[in-house]
């Protein structure tokens, strides 16, 4: 097991970026890996705890404790199987999860964290590398087909479950490229995506077929669905934006977060967007409102695109800079974070709500007016507090409100729970028979690790349910 | 019969709730005297009263303070007596030795008793005996207690004549098939009250006098021992000292030929061996009579009772007493080099014939020709014996019980370890334990024998072929065979590279295998029992010289014989095989020896169904092989594939074996296991607990082989030496096993099934585990048969690049799929978020996760549910918290287990709350005892540690630990690196020397000891209550009510599953039971006995919620115990890596940068208790409760959930915890009167009044008395005194001077303070200068003694256990376990018995004669200087941590000179004079014992002060 003193021996050390003024200028991702001795090092500071809080804060309960020590050990590709014995995307999660395992980690009462996503990163990395992750087709068919609607990942790690356990899966994806959030939401340069690119062509070699450019209840009735296959899983995400109904709203130049995204992915992707309906920071003064990750990530694409100025608005005072008393350990805490995003510039602004808009003649905003407001959970105006800030474009990002019910879920008429996500049994089965649901459309939004470990759990759900987990894993 | 209106019952109540007879347990005092010439007199028989009312103390009474447990004597024929007494009814005795009398219990009622008088006389006419006439023995029923008169028997007594012609051997042995007949025959019929029949005794030549007496009532009840024609050259006799109150007339000894103290702990597997070889018994000497003797071992029986029928039936059929006794109780022969060979092979030859009655006995045994005693290979009882000139020989387990003028003494000494003393009636002299063994050794040529018919596996041809690693397959089997990821990283990798069982720490947390929803192993349903109180567990390591892993096999032959061909035996030096082993015993082809394999392998779609057949199958094949002839059986579960599954080898052995027992063709064969399952200590110990001789665990084999493969084992290691490991840590593994069960050797433990069951099916252990207790119910072999199928449905699973390729466990640490914890993540966040927020809200959320398992089954605890009431009482009525918390102690953790800061932190917490805080087994600062930093509970543990008079006189209460719910039956160590200055300065040592807790305390061995060492501390300080620590198990509430009756104040019922700082993981995970079962044994046991009133009941061990004090507190408990919830409090994680020195919360560790992260603080744990007593008010007020007095033992408000919903739980009945015994409203349940610890009679209220001024004033005093071995722990309460008054530096040197001159009693100046001086002109017994804290002890024999005092045993057994400083001079020899443990006292002695020095850490031990075996054991500080008259020296010593030297130091010389004059000066003793005269010469002979590591920490520590004065 590991080092028992390898925590009192070896600082926390992680790899990092590359610097700021050259990553801004590119799109690909800027992550620098740590050599493998001082990743070495870094495993070594696991203390293979009784009690392994970091695998219980990981919604996925990655086996950290497990892969740790087989990097420790050099056995990489032990690790790997550790890895994907609980996640199927650790490339994924490696680049985009919070690591709720790091606040939880034992270590971490006292000193800092063990740097588990650094090592899960580079654990899987060094699989593609190698060549050690290959198609694991189903060793028998089981002659039940599944479709899956939707294709971020919560349905992929659903589909793939599923497909590895012997059903027939088909992804229905209303856009052209399959990936859901993590291919438009995610700028590229936090994910690039060929790392998408390549779990379809193993998942494809795995048997899913991916049907793009099909919107299951627009294009393709539900019932076509229902009728064709023996289960329908949605997991179609929680794509209703949160707006903000204040004067001005109506103005040019207001967005929300996923339209900015969105046209910025489909540009890494070569794809081209006309200029009548571009929506860019370069060269003026863009408003954030939303101090959360897509904020960052709109922050970080800003900057990229050559905005003047940045400002990011939160409406939520400035947390503290270490762990809030209120979140103590091992719970996710309350403390002020500094993403990659915000070391490239901008400024935040805390505790500061949006009063209005002011355009110009020609109905583009210009003017934010905002003022201060105590915290939560009253949020009320400070008196006196009023100022402005002149923009010329606000990127609107203020989460999701829930999955889109017009089309698929209205068609369907499944039933939803009281926060309008869509409710499911402990076999996660809709109110609709052989429907089932996942991701964030049945938890609301949420992180990427929730959506593979739902999607996984859904999977599990639709075996039991097709009488099919006696055969399955 | 009786028309009272209570009914007392008689003999044993039969089993009910939890209470089960067959765990009663007995202990007590022995001895005999005997006129070596042979002369028969009155005045024997009246010493032999003497001896008895003088161990009085060693006995116990129950309930009824006038009804004792038992006593009796044996005594040769009176034939003047009886030809008087038989005159006046009216028949005439024949000459001596032409009759027969027999001693006879009969029912009170006439026409009852008059049916059993007609079978008696019938049987001996049947057997050609003339009946001769009947005599009413006179008895004096007002002078017995009250239950014993009302249980007593009609006693009379029966004469039958001897045929003509017939010699009076065969007499006696028609006699013994009369008796046997006549017994079986009442058992048989339908007479009523016919238990009452019972024989004590029937012989020509002696005749047994016993019942539920006292002492001194004997001689009153049987008014003819008063009478001067009753006259004996020898009387045997015995006290009793049993567990229960319950009148058992039959259970007194002496039996037909023994008295026994001590306790056999194999006597199951004994039993059924003698039930099996019944088949081959044949005797040309009965010829056709065997058949009336079965069963040899009487139903119903003690230990002692069956031992005694074994022994008899050996001598009977032409074994000469000594040699049948030999026998059963072997020497430890197999590894001491010293022994003649002649003599080993006599004991080797037996050991074939027979396993040993192993446990701790002194047996004093008489056929009236010779009389004896012989103690077991440990030494565990005490027996001295003195010598007159006159005659006269006296064995007791005491000294001083016979007062002989000291001019008279011939010679004084002890029965030693292995040794018999005999006495030769006839020919009229004493026959020395060398003569008598060389002759029993001479009587055949046994080492010829087996040179020439002993096969040894090593001899056995190559084999052609042996089983390769199948790479291909092993992951399949692997899984098939239930091995996790856990198995690898936890034990086989670790085992092959260290040789010895994996360390772990902290407490079991996992469901018990009856809840859990995982595929569980066979084994993981059964738990080690372990040996506490009524038997001590042994030392394997340090003594390991009485420990044997080797066993002989192959087919048992007629034991009542002896020939060449019983040599023919196979014999393994250890029970693991290779798999080339395996091959050569499978091809064997010498003598009988032929081998087959019986495939041990089920198909998996025959479900439970299949399984059965499957095991009936085996079994029929089994018998079938045997006819064949075949004499070794290989059950082999090689072979599993896609459609076949293993049978649990657990299963297969005990099935077979018990089915083999059945019919009784059991030693016809040797059980070989050849399976993949085994890979644990647990899983062997079980195997041949339950009858196998042999295990070939070959996936263990393979599974290195593919590490290697691999690269996968650690560096350097290769997969042949991890097997070499892997069967070196099995083995001392095993030895461990065994020893906590006071268990030696291999051949005892197998088959004697020393486990308990929990959660199996009564039926399913009834047939395949016959006589295991399983209390509770639970699963068959519908669930067995399920999770071999699950296992067997992974295993032929593909295995993927994204799959594990074993499950991961979750056993030993946590993991989401592996099996739940209480204390998940989840839980401890929660409560460590409540106290520290000081939210009540969030402590009732963490009570939900514990008490609700409504998804998960946990605890048998989470099992039960309370019934409210229908008038639920407003929670302001319920009684305070504050009331409620002072019920709750913290456990015991030493200082040193864990930091000063958690140490301190809970016994502040403790101390503002108004509970207790425990200091564990470490001692405690000095500085914390005037403060709040001060324990309460001041912990009295196996190694002493810090255990001074002020350490005693500091505490509220006093506990004596017998065992640890995470590792009973097992010592502990605190390795040198851990003990640190302060740590040394508190347990009395030096730093750096690891310490060493045995597993016995070594002045407990019995229920008798431990009441000795209750008055010992009760003396110390009075005002402390005396608690006794013990773990549940099967028994454990017939081991309280021997607490109860040895007047300790509380019990502690310990669960399984409390914490520990290290401890071997298989002993974590499978030995104890839960509290639950303990708790409401005890209840129940306590109740039943009415002693419950006189004793406070407190149970721990994992208790988390309001709810589980609740249970607690309804199956009987009044006070609670918290370690591991406190310590979450303080920040604990469950890290389980105490044992590692790198907890990473300051908590466990004595690292200073880690300590620094400590973030605990009193309140924490403050609030944490309150909030549980909170908790529990709730759950009160719901109940209708407002005081927890009024729940104590209120079992009717609990009830079971429905768990008919669960696949495994639905076959549990915990109708037996939730029993109340029948009793009257008077008889208490929960503690009401305080116990009677008989200090007023105390010697040392004379000395505290005539010393008032030494004490007060401190002026000198001299005083002088009379003392006897009735006086016991002369100079402790006085020494108490001091301390309270004067700390731990007491007085000045010599203020108190006492002389003494008598024999003393037990405790002779224990825990004696400095400043006391006693001088004993006399002898003592055991415990003397146990603890001694500063004192000076002096012993010497009387001036005008007969005897050399170099030659005579001066003091007995472990004098100076303990001690941590002060003085002793011993002019004469000490018994075993001189000053063991000794931290810094100073002692002359001149001569020791075995294992002198034994885990000493500090001080100074000058022997001026003979050592015994074992010298020096485990010592790793202070010096010895022995001197070394012949050289033999270091033959005896335990050479694995010191080194001995000559004495070339001149300090070295010095110093032992002037101790040696100071002993002559103090003691007068010769020796020493002569030493002094020829001092140059002398000083030549000393040898130095000089520890190892002592060595290096000084040189250490002196190259320290170099280099300081040379920076200074």
Redesign the interface.
């Known amino acids: 097991?590991g080092k028992?003193?390898g925590?009192?021996e070896y600082p926390r050390e992680v790899g990092g970026y590359r610097p700021v003024q050259e990553r801004v200028r590119h799109w690909n991702e800027f992550l620098v890996p740590l050599p493998a001795e001082a990743l070495n090092r870094q495993s070594a500071r696991c203390?293979?705890?009784?009690?392994?809080?970091c695998?219980?804060?990981c919604p996925l309960?990655n086996?950290i404790?497990?892969f740790n020590d087989l990097v420790y050990k050099g056995?990489w590709k032990d690790a790997?199987?550790?890895l994907?014995?609980t996640n199927?995307f650790p490339e994924f999660t490696g680049r985009l999860c919070p690591a709720p395992c790091e606040a939880?980690c034992?270590?971490g009462?006292?000193?800092p964290a063990v740097t588990i996503k650094q090592i899960e990163r580079a654990i899987v990395d060094r699989g593609w590398e190698e060549g050690?992750?290959?198609p694991?087709p189903p060793?028998r068919k089981l002659g039940e087909s599944v479709a899956v609607v939707g294709s971020g990942p919560a349905a992929l790690a659903c589909a793939q479950q599923l497909a590895?356990a012997g059903c027939d899966v088909t992804v229905f994806e209303k856009n052209d490229r399959i990936g859901g959030l993590l291919r438009y939401g995610i700028p590229n340069f936090k994910l690039e995506k060929s790392h998408i690119d390549r779990r379809v062509r193993q998942m494809e070699a795995e048997g899913v077929r991916f049907a793009t450019g099909v919107c299951v209840g627009v294009d393709l009735p539900v019932d076509r669905l229902r009728s064709d296959f023996d289960a329908v899983v949605l997991a179609g995400g929680s794509e209703q934006p949160r707006d903000l109904n204040v004067p001005g709203r109506g103005l040019q130049g207001i967005v929300f977060a996923m339209e900015f995204l969105t046209q910025q992915n489909r540009r890494c992707e070569g794809d081209e967007v006309p200029e009548w309906d571009a929506i860019l920071a370069t060269g003026k003064r863009v408003a954030i409102i939303g101090g959360g990750d897509t904020g960052a990530d709109c922050l970080g694409t800003s900057h990229r695109q050559g905005a003047a100025a940045v400002y990011q608005l939160e409406i939520l005072p400035q947390p503290p800079p270490t762990r809030s008393p209120r979140t103590?350990?091992?719970?996710w805490p309350m403390q002020l974070r500094t993403e990659s995003s915000h070391e490239e510039g901008g400024e935040r602004l805390w505790g500061v709500s949006t009063v209005r808009f002011e355009g110009d003649s020609e109905g583009r905003v210009r003017r934010l007016v905002a003022q201060r407001v105590s915290p939560p959970p009253k949020f009320e105006p400070v008196p006196d507090s009023e100022f402005s800030l002149d923009v010329d474009l606000v990127i609107l990002a203020m989460g999701f409100t829930g999955p889109v019910r017009s089309g698929l879920l209205e068609q369907l008429g499944v039933e939803l729970d009281a926060r309008g996500n869509v409710k499911t049994d402990a076999d996660w089965q809709t109110s609709v028979p052989r429907v089932f649901a996942t991701g964030d459309m049945q938890r609301g939004q949420s992180l990427i690790v929730w959506a593979i470990a739902n999607g996984r759990k859904c999977a599990e759900g639709v075996l039991r349910h097709l009488g099919a987990d006696q055969q399955a894993? | 019969m009786s028309d009272s209106l209570e009914p007392i019952q008689r003999g044993l109540p039969p089993a009910q709730g939890l209470y089960d007879p067959a765990n009663e347990r007995d202990a007590c005092g022995i001895g005999f005297v005997a006129n070596i010439f042979g002369q028969k007199t009155h005045s024997i028989v009246e010493k032999g009263i003497e001896i008895l009312i003088n161990l009085t103390h060693r006995g116990a009474c129950g309930c009824d303070p006038e009804t004792g447990d038992g006593a009796g004597l044996m005594i040769q024929i009176p034939d003047a007596f009886f030809r008087k007494e038989c005159r006046k009814i009216g028949f005439d005795l024949p000459r001596p030795g032409e009759y027969a009398v027999a001693m006879v219990f009969l029912p009170v009622e006439p026409a009852p008793r008059l049916a059993c008088e007609a079978v008696l006389e019938a049987v001996a006419t049947q057997e050609g005996l003339e009946v001769l006439g009947w005599r009413d023995t006179p008895v004096e029923g007002d002078a017995i207690g009250r239950v014993a008169r009302v249980s007593q028997p009609y006693i009379e007594q029966f004469f039958v004549r001897r045929p003509e012609g017939m010699d009076q051997e065969s007499f006696e042995r028609k006699l013994y098939v009369v008796r046997k007949r006549a017994s079986n025959e009442v058992r048989l019929s339908d007479i009523p009250d016919r238990e009452y029949f019972y024989i004590p005794s029937l012989s020509s030549r002696t005749i047994v006098y016993k019942g539920l007496l006292l002492a001194p009532q004997i001689a009153k009840f049987y008014a003819e021992l008063t009478d001067p024609d009753v006259a004996s050259a020898m009387c045997l006799v015995h006290q009793r000292f049993s567990t229960n109150t319950f009148p058992t007339w039959n259970l007194a000894h002496p039996y037909r030929l023994i008295a026994h103290n001590g306790e056999i702990n194999t006597l199951k597997g004994n039993v059924n061996w003698m039930h099996a070889r019944q088949s081959v018994l044949a005797s040309p000497l009965f010829g056709d009579d065997l058949r009336k003797l079965f069963p040899i071992i009487e139903p119903g029986g003690s230990d002692s009772a069956c031992f005694d029928n074994a022994l008899e039936l050996l001598v009977r059929a032409g074994r000469s007493l000594p040699h049948a006794v030999a026998m059963m109780i072997p020497e430890a022969w197999v590894h001491d080099p010293s022994m003649p060979a002649e003599r080993r092979a006599f004991y080797e030859f037996h050991a074939g014939l027979m396993e040993p009655w192993d446990g701790p006995a002194a047996v004093a045994f008489s056929d009236g020709r010779v009389i004896g005693a012989t103690l077991d290979r440990n030494g565990l009882r005490p027996a001295r014996y003195e010598v007159t000139h006159d005659g006269q020989i006296v064995m007791a387990s005491e000294s001083g019980v016979l007062t002989n003028r000291p001019e008279n003494v011939k010679a004084k000494g002890r029965l030693q370890p292995g040794r018999m003393l005999l006495v030769d009636l006839e020919q009229g002299r004493i026959v020395s334990d060398d003569e008598l063994k060389d002759s029993l050794a001479r009587r055949q040529p046994y080492g010829e024998w087996i040179a020439r018919h002993q096969i040894r596996l090593e001899e056995l041809p190559e084999p052609p072929h042996v089983h390769p690693t199948d790479h291909g397959t092993l992951l399949q089997r692997q899984r098939a065979f239930g091995y996790t990821d856990e198995d690898l990283k936890f034990l086989l990798i670790p085992m092959a590279e260290k040789g010895e069982e994996p360390v772990g720490s902290m407490g079991y947390d996992i469901p018990l295998a009856c809840l859990s929803d995982k595929p569980q192993r066979l084994t993981d349903y059964f738990r080690q029992l372990f040996a506490q109180v009524t038997n001590p567990p042994i030392d394997p390591i340090r003594e390991a010289s009485v420990m044997s892993l080797v066993s002989h096999i192959g087919t048992e032959r007629n034991i009542l014989e002896e020939t060449p061909q019983h040599a023919h035996l196979l014999k393994m030096p250890q029970p693991i095989l290779t798999n080339a082993d395996l091959e050569r015993l499978r091809r064997v082809s010498q003598g009988d020896f032929l081998a087959t394999t019986l495939p041990s392998l089920y198909l998996v779609d025959g479900g439970a169904k299949g399984l059965e057949r499957a095991i009936e199958s085996l079994c029929r094949r089994a018998s079938l092989a045997i006819k064949a002839g075949y004499t070794v059986l290989i059950l082999s579960d090689r072979g599993v594939d896609e459609e076949y599954a293993p049978i649990p080898a657990l299963l297969a052995v005990s099935a077979v074996h018990n089915h083999l027992v059945r019919e009784e063709t059991r030693t016809q064969v040797a059980l070989v296991v050849e399976s993949g399952e085994p890979r644990e200590v647990m899983d062997f110990a079980l195997l041949i607990g339950y009858g196998a001789s042999s295990v070939n665990p070959y996936v263990v084999f393979e599974t290195y082989e593919d590490l290697e493969k691999n690269g996968l084992l650690p560096e350097g290691l290769t997969a042949k030496k991890a097997s070499e490991n892997f069967t070196k840590a099995i083995g001392k593994g095993l030895l461990k096993t065994f020893s906590k069960m006071g268990i030696s050797t291999l051949q005892s433990y197998k088959g004697a099934q020393i486990f308990e069951a929990i959660g199996l099916d009564k039926a399913f252990v009834d047939r395949y585990f016959t006589g295991t207790p399983s209390r509770i119910g639970g699963v068959g072999l519908e669930v067995i048969h399920r999770e071999a199928a699950m296992k067997h449905a992974k295993a032929f699973e593909r295995v993927r690049s994204v799959d594990l390729e074993l499950p991961i466990g979750g056993k030993y640490q946590y993991r989401r799929d592996g099996e739940p914890h209480l204390l998940s993540p989840e839980a401890i966040a929660k409560v460590q978020h409540s106290v520290r927020e000081g939210s009540f809200e969030k402590f009732q959320e963490f009570c939900r996760m514990i008490d609700e398992q409504n998804e998960r089954l946990m605890t048998l605890r989470g099992l039960l549910v309370l019934k409210e009431a229908d008038n639920p009482v407003p929670l302001e009525e319920v009684e305070p918290a504050e009331a409620i918390v002072r019920r709750f102690t913290t456990g015991a953790m030493s200082f040193g287990s864990i930091s000063r800061e958690a140490h301190e932190a809970l016994a502040v917490a403790m101390n503002r709350l108004g509970g207790k805080s425990n200091t564990g087994e470490g001692g405690e600062e000095e500085e914390r005892f005037g403060d709040e930093r001060r324990s309460a509970i001041k912990q009295v543990a196996s190694g002493r540690f810090g255990v001074t008079t002020n350490y005693l006189v500091n505490a509220d209460e006093l506990q004596i630990k017998m065992a640890q719910g995470a590792k009973p039956g097992e010592g502990g160590q605190l390795p040198g690196h851990k003990v640190d200055e302060v740590i040394a300065r508190v347990r009395h040592s030096v730093p750096g020397v690891t310490l060493i807790s045995p597993p016995p305390h070594h002045d407990i061995y019995s229920i008798e000891d431990l009441a000795q060492l209750i008055f010992d501390l009760k003396n110390a300080n009075p005002e402390a209550r005396i608690s006794v620590k013990l773990v549940s198990e099967v028994g454990v509430g017939t081991v309280a009510a021997g607490v109860a009756k040895a007047h300790a104040d509380v019990v502690l019922i310990s669960g399984d599953s409390g914490g520990t700082g290290a401890s071997p993981l298989s002993s974590i995970r499978h030995a104890g039971l839960p509290w639950e079962l303990g708790l409401a044994e005890t209840q129940q046991v306590l109740v039943q006995n009415d002693l419950r009133g006189r004793i406070r009941v407190q149970t721990d061990g994992k208790l988390q919620t309001g709810k589980d004090v609740a249970v607690a507190a309804l199956l009987g408990a009044e006070e609670f115990g918290f370690a591991t919830m406190p310590l979450i409090a303080l920040g604990c994680v469950m890290m389980r890596k105490c044992h590692l020195n790198t907890c990473p919360v300051g908590i466990a560790t004595q690292d200073p940068e880690l300590r620094a992260k400590f973030q605990g603080t009193p309140d924490h744990v403050i609030r944490y208790l309150f909030y549980v007593a909170e908790d529990l008010r709730r759950h009160m007020a719901r109940m209708g409760f407002r005081r927890v007095d009024e729940m104590i033992g209120r079992v009717d408000r609990l009830e079971t959930r429905n768990l008919e919903h669960h696949w495994k739980a639905k076959g549990l009945d915990l109708s037996p915890i939730l029993h109340a015994p029948q009793m009257p409203r008077r008889i208490a349940r929960r503690c009401v009167i305080a116990q009677d610890h008989g200090l007023e009679s105390a010697l040392d209220h004379r000395l505290m009044d005539l010393a008032s001024d030494a004490i007060e004033k401190g002026q000198p005093v001299q005083i002088q008395l009379p003392i006897r071995n009735v006086h016991r722990t002369v100079g402790t309460m006085l020494s108490g005194r001091i301390a309270k008054r004067h700390g731990s530096l007491g007085l000045p040197d010599d203020t108190i001077r006492c002389r003494f001159v008598g024999s003393a009693g037990q405790s002779f100046g224990a825990f004696l303070m400095r400043g006391i001086t006693l001088e004993l002109e006399g002898d003592a017994n055991d415990g003397v200068g146990k603890g001694l804290s500063g004192g000076r002890i002096i012993v010497y024999p009387p001036k005008n003694a007969g005897f050399a005092p170099e030659e005579s045993v001066i003091v007995g057994n472990v004098a100076l256990f303990g001690a941590t400083s002060g003085e002793a001079f011993f002019s004469g020899i000490a018994g075993e376990r001189f000053a063991v443990r000794n931290s810094g006292a100073t002692a002359v002695v001149e001569g020791v018995g075995d294992h002198g020095c034994e885990y000493m850490t500090n001080g100074c031990v000058v022997v001026l004669g003979r050592t015994g075996k074992n010298f020096g054991a485990g010592m790793n500080g202070g010096f010895a200087f022995v001197y070394d008259a012949d050289g033999s020296f270091a033959d005896r010593c335990n050479l694995g941590t010191i080194d001995l030297e000559p004495l070339t130091e001149v300090d070295d010389a010095v110093r032992v000179r002037s101790l040696v004059e100071r002993h002559a000066a103090l003691t007068g003793s010769p020796l020493a004079r002569r030493l002094l005269e020829g001092w140059d010469e002398a000083l030549r002979k000393f040898v130095k014992v000089f520890p190892k590591e002592y060595r290096r920490v000084l040189a250490e520590s002196a190259r320290k002060l170099e280099q300081e004065a040379v920076r200074g």
Not at chain 1, 47 to 52: E, F, K, R, S, T
């Open positions: 097991m028992p003193t925590f009192k203390m293979d705890c009784g009690v392994p809080f695998h219980s804060g309960g086996l404790p497990d056995r790997l199987r550790a994907h014995a199927n939880a034992v270590l009462i006292a000193d050690w992750i290959q694991e060793a590895r103590p350990w091992p719970l894993v």
